[in-house]
């Protein structure tokens, strides 16, 4: 017969928060989304590294056009094998 064979999905987590151009202090707030969402990463210096990178885009999308800033972070994969992405439009 047919075997069927199946694929483990990685494990994902994943937030997401709107800035609005006039609540800047909302940066805060992702900084610690993205704090939360990286709680059990290792190395210290590697999440402090991807919250700055964070702010930075953040503030950059409010001081450089018009619009709100939209964050989309995430982490894939198990301990020893997982990434990071994070998207700020």
Same mark, same amino acid.
């Given at each position: 017969?047919?075997?069927?064979?199946?694929?483990?999905?990685?494990?994902?987590?994943?937030?997401?928060?709107?800035?609005?151009?006039?609540?800047?202090?909302?940066?805060?707030? #992702?900084?610690?989304? /993205?704090?939360?969402?990286?709680?059990?990463? &290792? !190395? %210290?210096?590697?999440?402090?590294?991807? *919250?700055?990178?964070?702010?930075?885009?953040?503030?950059?999308?409010?001081?450089?056009?018009? #619009?709100?800033?939209? /964050?989309?972070?995430?982490?894939?994969?198990? &301990? !020893? %094998?997982?990434?990071?992405?994070?998207? *700020?439009?």
């Amino acid at each position: 017969g047919c075997g069927e064979s199946t694929v483990a999905q990685a494990p994902v987590r994943r937030t997401m928060l709107s800035v609005a151009q006039s609540e800047p202090a909302r940066i805060a707030a #992702a900084r610690e989304h /993205l704090r939360g969402l990286l709680h059990d990463w &290792p !190395g %210290e210096e590697q999440r402090d590294a991807a *919250v700055l990178l964070l702010s930075e885009m953040l503030t950059n999308v409010l001081v450089h056009t018009d #619009a709100d800033a939209l /964050l989309v972070a995430e982490v894939v994969g198990e &301990p !020893g %094998e997982r990434r990071i992405r994070v998207e *700020v439009t």
